[in-house]
T-cell receptor, first 113, second 115 residues
């Protein structure tokens, strides 16, 4: 059972526009969320995170929004750049299970010049 | 600071063989986690080691095992390899300073192909 779901396997946007990547979760025990970016032949790299006590966290072009009531979070990239083309993973920490990280399946983002 | 290193980067084995993968975490990091990544299943958590003890374990059969040494370096072993074990095996380290923000730093992975 996938507790962290990224329902869009892929997304394509034009350079300069906004990219919105979505993530849904089912476990109310998750209280910390992270986004990772992965290029081919490399391991994932940490991008941005958000605690469940917040509803927004911003870092440069990247903003993560959290809607706890809907168990939904999203990553906004503005403006999108071709170098942002990668697979984006959403992950959640289960504070009630020894802080195990639970991962989504990823969304492949393609930013077209 | 050097990043997480994994050896070997690529490995080809046949069914029934066993394999050992190695991971050296970032200096000062005490927690090491292992993941299996396959196209259809995403990142699947294998286990986490902290101070030479396995602290967390995913839902993998006993053929998958690991250990951590006193210098925090870790190895994982897969015995009696099956075709379905073909995957990218990722190692991640974190400082694990007690905070909830368990940012993990990943190595490049070991690509295992089982023929």
């Amino acid at each position: 059972d996938q507790q962290v779901k990224q329902n869009s396997p892929s997304l394509s946007v034009q350079e300069g526009r906004i990219s919105i990547l979505n993530c849904d979760y089912t476990n109310s025990m998750f209280d910390y969320f992270l986004w990772y970016k992965k290029y081919p032949a490399e391991g994932p790299t940490f991008l941005i995170s958000i605690s469940s006590i917040k509803d927004k966290n911003e870092d440069g072009r990247f903003t993560v929004f959290l809607n706890k009531s809907a168990k939904h979070l999203s990553l906004h990239i503005v403006p999108s750049q071709p170098g942002d083309s990668a697979v984006y993973f959403c992950a959640a920490i289960n504070a009630g299970n020894n802080r195990k990280l639970i991962w989504g399946l990823g969304t492949s983002l393609a930013v077209n010049p | 600071k050097a990043g997480v290193t994994q050896t070997p980067r690529y490995l080809i084995k046949t069914r029934g063989q066993q394999v050992t993968l190695s991971c050296s975490p970032i200096s000062g990091h005490r927690s090491v986690s292992w993941y299996q990544q396959t196209p259809g299943q995403g990142l699947q958590f294998l286990f986490e080691y902290f101070s030479e003890t396995q602290r967390n374990k995913g839902n993998f059969p006993g053929r998958f095992s690991g250990r951590q040494f006193s210098n925090s370096r870790s190895e994982m072993n897969v015995s009696t390899l099956e075709l379905g074990d073909s995957a990218l095996y990722l190692c991640a380290s974190s400082p694990h300073n007690g905070g909830i923000s368990d940012t993990q730093y990943f190595g490049p992975g070991t690509r295992l192909t089982v023929l």
